[in-house]
């Protein structure tokens, strides 16, 4: 069991003296972190105005935006105020663990236990803060439900916390109540569930069922493989095929009856075979991973592989109608899941298997597209209701850079590094506001091989944008920032070049020389926006998170960067009231039909009818204002016709004049 803020015969800390002990204690041997922590405590003290003994934990609760203050107006060193800004919360975290009042004395006692079993790691992943707030709440352990902690995590959603933090919280729970073996203090906590993670790499799997999914899945992705119409498939589809088979051996292992499907194994009870199902369970990596464990017990996973899935160790047993309809039966019935991508997986794998010259004899997938076509079809409907509650106007997703920016300003004691990785965070969402890249491209981006300044090709077609051309009338030699990806970078084999937007390329050459240094020290090559990690560049789901949570915590939403993409689509649609062409090459796309296919639908009768309203109005006020120009054109021909007669000296003159003036009137005005 990890080290406890407090175990069950310590006294309950009342000052900071008690709390800086507690924290000693738990770094043990750790010399100058703990000289830290002591110097720290007299600086909060310094802060007070008190003496340590005389600081009690209430106040330590909200100490953190006083104590920051407080040291702004010290000139301390660069590193310093953040150190101490860090263990400062330290500090008031472990304050907020035994002081948060009103909480009776019972109730301490009730949650004892659970807080002793919280490591440092438990408490980054926000369990402690979790526990607190039930204590406030005044429950106990066993009355903590499954719906408090989906309440607590939409409080916290709702504070605009991070995003990935609070997600994982809510299914991390049951991990550790299982884990630190709590489960009979909260009984009404859900156990993990089993079928999170139900699939079975291809390591494990046994003979020759492992070398055919192997061979499969080598000429999926081979360029000269025989029988191949067109390209390879790209990486993702494959290991979108290799996911799916994995998923559909791991049902069959999880199975409950071991007569359900066809080449399961005979001869264990079904109590012996619900213990092996445990035992793999148990042994996964991505459930031990999940569980806070490392375990290397290869041999014995593939061992209970082969003697879950007994006969069925061929591709042709595997793939065949009556498990395969199984499987995304179970998926729809018992995991309430989606079978959209599964259409997809299917017919690709389907296609291969029909291609692929080492197919196996007995192989026959010619009711694969029988089967795929029986699977529900999603509604439209519900899919743009859930992605419209994630989406924000265009003009709020645009002001999150502007937003970031001003924080960066706003904050000198920011240590360099914390500055770096603010200007990083703006860069990637200038980028997904002007340029619709996916987010392969965007963590892609590599300073002087895809993105870099200079001058413009000759033999490359590049539109100019008139500040290019402007540029380029009174410089010739003139430097421009562009990006180029060739046919191997992009999802569709087609280049994408361009030059970048003059508001992003001002960015770029602040970014480039004041604060990318600063995160990686080849100045001319490398990521453009490397991870926060020294040396390492920026995952494309590492860019996911890190874009859905900063987007979280500005707007409330939880935007990746496909989303951004939408946004920015619709922001076009709107503007050129369906101009699909324009948003599909904004977009990367080879032609409209995709485009067409899930934009063009928000081009629907509103949009129709708001064209044809403005077009109508349009055609009136020219109609009116061609009736204008011809009454004015008659009315100056009357005149001279009454100038003509007024000089042969024809009587009666007067009258015309007055009706002539009735015309020349302003609209609405009346003789006073």
């Given at each position: 069991?990890?080290?406890?803020?407090?175990?069950?015969?310590?006294?309950?800390?009342?000052?900071?003296?008690?709390?800086?002990?507690i924290?000693?204690e738990?770094?043990?041997?750790?010399?100058?972190?703990?000289?830290?922590?002591?110097?720290?405590?007299?600086?909060?003290?310094?802060?007070?105005?008190?003496?340590?003994?005389?600081?009690?934990?209430?106040?330590?609760?909200?100490?953190?935006?006083?104590?920051?203050?407080?040291?702004?107006?010290?000139?301390?060193?660069?590193?310093?105020?953040?150190?101490?800004?860090?263990?400062?919360?330290?500090?008031?975290?472990?304050?907020?663990e035994?002081?948060?009042?009103?909480?009776?004395?019972?109730?301490?006692?009730?949650?004892?236990?659970?807080?002793?079993?919280?490591?440092?790691?438990?408490?980054?992943?926000?369990?402690?803060?979790?526990?607190?707030?039930?204590m406030?709440?005044?429950?106990?352990?066993?009355?903590?439900?499954?719906?408090?902690?989906?309440?607590?995590?939409?409080?916290?959603?709702?504070?605009?916390?991070?995003?990935?933090?609070?997600?994982?919280?809510?299914?991390?729970?049951?991990?550790?109540?299982?884990?630190?073996?709590?489960?009979?203090?909260?009984?009404?906590?859900?156990?993990?569930?089993?079928?999170?993670?139900?699939?079975?790499?291809?390591?494990?799997?046994?003979?020759?069922l492992?070398?055919?999914?192997?061979?499969?899945?080598?000429?999926?992705?081979?360029?000269?493989?025989?029988?191949?119409?067109?390209?390879?498939?790209?990486?993702?589809?494959?290991?979108n095929?290799?996911g799916?088979?994995?998923?559909?051996?791991?049902?069959?292992?999880?199975?409950?009856?071991?007569?359900?499907?066809?080449?399961?194994?005979?001869?264990?009870?079904?109590?012996?075979?619900?213990?092996?199902?445990?035992?793999?369970?148990?042994?996964?990596?991505?459930?031990?991973?999940?569980?806070?464990?490392?375990?290397?017990?290869?041999?014995?996973i593939?061992?209970?592989?082969?003697?879950?899935?007994?006969?069925?160790?061929?591709?042709?047993?595997?793939?065949?109608?009556?498990?395969?309809?199984?499987?995304?039966?179970?998926?729809?019935?018992?995991?309430?899941?989606?079978?959209?991508?599964?259409?997809?997986?299917?017919?690709?794998?389907?296609?291969?298997?029909?291609?692929?010259?080492?197919?196996?004899?007995?192989?026959?997938?010619?009711?694969?597209?029988?089967?795929?076509?029986?699977?529900?079809?999603?509604?439209?409907?519900a899919?743009?209701?859930?992605?419209?509650?994630?989406?924000?106007?265009?003009?709020?997703?645009?002001?999150?850079?502007?937003?970031?920016?001003?924080?960066?300003?706003?904050?000198?004691?920011?240590?360099?590094?914390?500055?770096?990785?603010?200007?990083?965070?703006?860069?990637?969402?200038?980028?997904?506001?002007?340029?619709?890249?996916?987010?392969?491209?965007?963590?892609?981006?590599?300073?002087?091989?895809?993105?870099?300044?200079?001058?413009?090709?000759?033999?490359?077609?590049?539109?100019?944008?008139?500040?290019?051309?402007?540029?380029?009338?009174?410089?010739?030699?003139?430097?421009?920032?562009?990006?180029?990806?060739?046919?191997?970078?992009?999802?569709?084999k087609?280049?994408?070049?361009?030059?970048?937007?003059?508001?992003?390329?001002?960015?770029?050459?602040?970014?480039?020389?004041?604060?990318?240094?600063?995160?990686?020290?080849?100045?001319?090559?490398?990521?453009?926006?490397?991870?926060?990690?020294?040396?390492?560049?920026?995952?494309?789901?590492?860019?996911?998170?890190?874009?859905?949570?900063?987007?979280?915590?500005?707007?409330?939403?939880?935007?990746?960067?496909?989303?951004?993409?939408?946004?920015?689509?619709?922001?076009?649609?709107?503007?050129?009231?369906?101009?699909?062409?324009?948003?599909?090459?904004?977009l990367?796309?080879?032609?409209?039909?995709?485009?067409?296919?899930?934009?063009?639908?928000?081009?629907?009768?509103?949009?129709?009818?708001?064209?044809?309203e403005?077009?109508?109005?349009?055609?009136?006020?020219?109609?009116?204002?061609?009736?204008?120009?011809g009454?004015a054109?008659?009315?100056?021909?009357?005149?001279?016709?009454?100038?003509?007669?007024?000089?042969?000296?024809?009587?009666?003159t007067?009258?015309?004049?007055?009706?002539?003036?009735?015309?020349?009137?302003?609209?609405?005005?009346?003789?006073?």
């Amino acid at each position: 069991m990890p080290k406890s803020a407090a175990t069950s015969d310590t006294p309950v800390p009342r000052t900071i003296d008690d709390i800086v002990a507690i924290l000693a204690e738990r770094e043990q041997g750790k010399t100058s972190l703990i000289a830290m922590i002591e110097s720290t405590a007299n600086r909060i003290s310094e802060c007070l105005g008190k003496k340590r003994n005389e600081i009690q934990i209430c106040e330590l609760l909200s100490i953190e935006d006083a104590f920051k203050q407080y040291l702004s107006s010290i000139p301390y060193r660069g590193g310093s105020i953040p150190t101490y800004m860090y263990l400062c919360r330290k500090i008031a975290a472990l304050a907020r663990e035994f002081g948060e009042s009103p909480i009776s004395e019972d109730t301490r006692k009730l949650w004892q236990l659970p807080l002793a079993a919280l490591s440092a790691d438990d408490s980054r992943r926000g369990i402690g803060a979790l526990l607190r707030w039930a204590m406030k709440k005044g429950k106990a352990p066993q009355g903590l439900t499954d719906v408090d902690v989906v309440l607590y995590c939409t409080e916290s959603a709702n504070k605009k916390r991070c995003y990935s933090r609070v997600m994982k919280l809510k299914g991390g729970i049951p991990w550790w109540v299982a884990r630190r073996g709590l489960s009979s203090l909260f009984p009404h906590i859900s156990p993990p569930s089993k079928t999170s993670y139900y699939g079975i790499r291809v390591r494990y799997l046994p003979q020759p069922l492992k070398k055919q999914i192997e061979g499969l899945l080598e000429y999926m992705s081979d360029p000269m493989a025989e029988n191949r119409d067109g390209d390879p498939c790209r990486p993702d589809t494959v290991r979108n095929v290799k996911g799916t088979l994995e998923r559909m051996v791991g049902f069959t292992c999880l199975a409950a009856d071991p007569d359900q499907h066809q080449g399961l194994a005979h001869g264990y009870d079904l109590e012996h075979r619900r213990r092996m199902q445990d035992r793999l369970f148990a042994l996964l990596p991505a459930v031990a991973h999940a569980r806070g464990e490392h375990v290397n017990a290869d041999e014995e996973i593939s061992a209970l592989v082969a003697a879950l899935l007994g006969d069925l160790t061929s591709l042709e047993l595997l793939l065949t109608e009556r498990l395969t309809r199984s499987f995304l039966r179970w998926l729809l019935v018992e995991r309430k899941g989606q079978t959209g991508p599964y259409q997809g997986h299917l017919s690709v794998l389907g296609d291969a298997l029909r291609r692929w010259p080492d197919t196996p004899a007995g192989s026959d997938v010619s009711w694969l597209p029988r089967v795929i076509k029986a699977l529900p079809k999603g509604k439209r409907s519900a899919t743009d209701s859930r992605k419209e509650a994630k989406l924000v106007l265009p003009e709020e997703f645009a002001a999150i850079p502007d937003s970031i920016r001003r924080d960066r300003l706003g904050a000198p004691n920011w240590s360099l590094k914390q500055k770096a990785m603010s200007a990083r965070n703006e860069g990637v969402f200038r980028f997904l506001d002007w340029v619709a890249l996916r987010r392969k491209n965007l963590a892609g981006l590599d300073l002087g091989r895809n993105i870099f300044k200079y001058k413009l090709p000759y033999l490359v077609s590049l539109a100019k944008q008139p500040w290019v051309e402007a540029r380029l009338q009174s410089n010739s030699e003139a430097e421009f920032w562009q990006v180029r990806l060739t046919e191997d970078e992009t999802k569709n084999k087609d280049v994408l070049d361009f030059i970048v937007p003059e508001e992003l390329a001002s960015f770029l050459d602040e970014y480039v020389t004041q604060y990318r240094p600063l995160l990686w020290p080849d100045r001319e090559s490398g990521p453009l926006f490397p991870s926060y990690i020294p040396g390492q560049r920026l995952t494309p789901s590492g860019l996911y998170c890190m874009v859905r949570d900063i987007a979280f915590r500005y707007t409330g939403k939880p935007i990746n960067p496909h989303l951004a993409r939408d946004i920015g689509a619709v922001r076009i649609l709107d503007d050129l009231d369906g101009g699909l062409e324009t948003v599909a090459r904004w977009l990367g796309h080879k032609t409209t039909a995709t485009a067409d296919g899930i934009y063009g639908r928000k081009f629907n009768m509103s949009r129709a009818l708001r064209k044809v309203e403005m077009l109508r109005q349009r055609s009136k006020a020219a109609v009116l204002q061609a009736d204008d120009a011809g009454a004015a054109r008659v009315v100056s021909g009357a005149r001279e016709l009454l100038g003509l007669l007024r000089q042969l000296g024809i009587a009666g003159t007067d009258k015309l004049e007055i009706e002539l003036a009735k015309f020349s009137r302003p609209k609405g005005e009346t003789k006073g």
